[in-house]
């Protein structure tokens, strides 16, 4: 299992610097109907899902939606109880070296050698990965203001990170794979990873990263996927999902509070102290015309930010459809 998660992390031997994963249209990830049980519990059911070359794909969902379960399936560290999940057209579980050819994986949690230090541990990984760029690697030494000259044992969780992180972006590997990848980094570092991940897409690199950090998917992702208990419920770009929730208007007002209550549209009205929240949907025009009656100081009206589409899908499980048939 040792050389299995080490392979998985840093990809196999072999890879050729600057080989594209695909040809043209080709889907660099595909699951086809994917389902996990462990007994009677269904971690994943029926997934289908596809990525391709160059776009960054976000797999969005709380602890225990199923996100992990997902990618250690697509990696062969566990295998599907019905339908595929393959890399490249290559099943992992089958043909794990052959699958993991060409790409890196950064898990959530990440366990260091104790006694090597951070650059030990990085030059092994990227021997073991058939080939790194040492400018590369030491530029992102410097972004992640990482200290390679310390013994594993004395990283933080942050720091145990930053070498996944690193070993990883190293390699250039044509195809990206995370689990939580920002995982105890903060915010400035996490910055620093997000500018990573675009520059990774302007090189043609492709990324499939699963997080419940829901302004991280928003900056980075082209697409995203929402899992809920195992199910993949929505999937499309922020555009598309941004349908299935009212834009949110925020306003100021002076003397008693606009009558909304016979608006179309309009829900989840607050007004006190001056302060009117309200969403609305459909067309805003009957809202406008309700709140010219009132002496309004300011106004405000925005499409809802993905955090608050994640809350649509979990908090008003009735209203979107799940893909997968059969599910209510």
């Excluded at 675009?198 to 992702?221: D, M, N, Y």
């Excluded at 009117?276 to 009957?286: A, C, E, K, Y």
Aim: charged share 25%; proline share 5%; hydrophobic share 40%.
């Amino acid at each position: 299992m040792w050389s299995v998660s080490l392979s998985v992390v840093i990809g196999t031997t072999g890879r050729e610097k600057g080989v594209a994963m695909t040809t043209t249209g080709a889907p660099v990830l595909r699951f086809d109907e994917t389902t996990k049980r462990f007994g009677d519990v269904t971690a994943l059911d029926r997934l289908t899902l596809q990525v391709h070359e160059g776009e960054i794909v976000g797999l969005l969902g709380p602890n225990g939606a199923g996100k992990t379960t997902t990618l250690r399936v697509l990696l062969g560290l566990i295998r599907a109880t019905s339908g595929k999940a393959e890399i490249l057209g290559i099943d992992a579980w089958h043909d794990p070296v052959a699958a993991h050819r060409g790409l890196a994986f950064i898990p959530g949690e990440f366990h260091v050698w104790p006694q090597l230090t951070g650059g030990q541990i990085l030059d092994l990984l990227g021997e073991v990965s058939g080939g790194y760029d040492p400018a590369y690697r030491d530029e992102l030494i410097e972004r992640f203001r990482f200290d390679p000259g310390k013994k594993g044992r004395t990283y933080s969780k942050g720091n145990r990170q930053k070498i996944a992180v690193i070993a990883a972006l190293m390699t250039r590997a044509p195809l990206l794979v995370m689990d939580e990848p920002s995982s105890g980094l903060d915010p400035l570092m996490t910055a620093t990873f997000q500018d990573c991940l675009r520059e990774a897409k302007a090189a043609g690199q492709t990324i499939f990263l699963s997080s419940h950090i829901l302004s991280e998917v928003e900056a980075v992702c082209d697409r995203v996927a929402v899992l809920r208990e195992g199910v993949l419920v929505e999937e499309g770009t922020l555009a598309d999902l941004r349908h299935l929730s009212a834009n949110v208007v925020e306003a100021t007002y002076v003397g008693d509070p606009p009558d909304l209550a016979e608006v179309p549209g309009v829900e989840d009205v607050y007004a006190r102290d001056g302060t009117l929240r309200l969403q609305v949907s459909g067309s805003t025009d009957p809202l406008l015309k309700a709140l010219a009656g009132a002496t309004i100081t300011s106004l405000q009206m925005r499409e809802p930010s993905l955090e608050e589409l994640f809350h649509a899908f979990y908090e008003q499980p009735d209203a979107v459809a799940p893909t997968a048939p059969g599910r209510g």
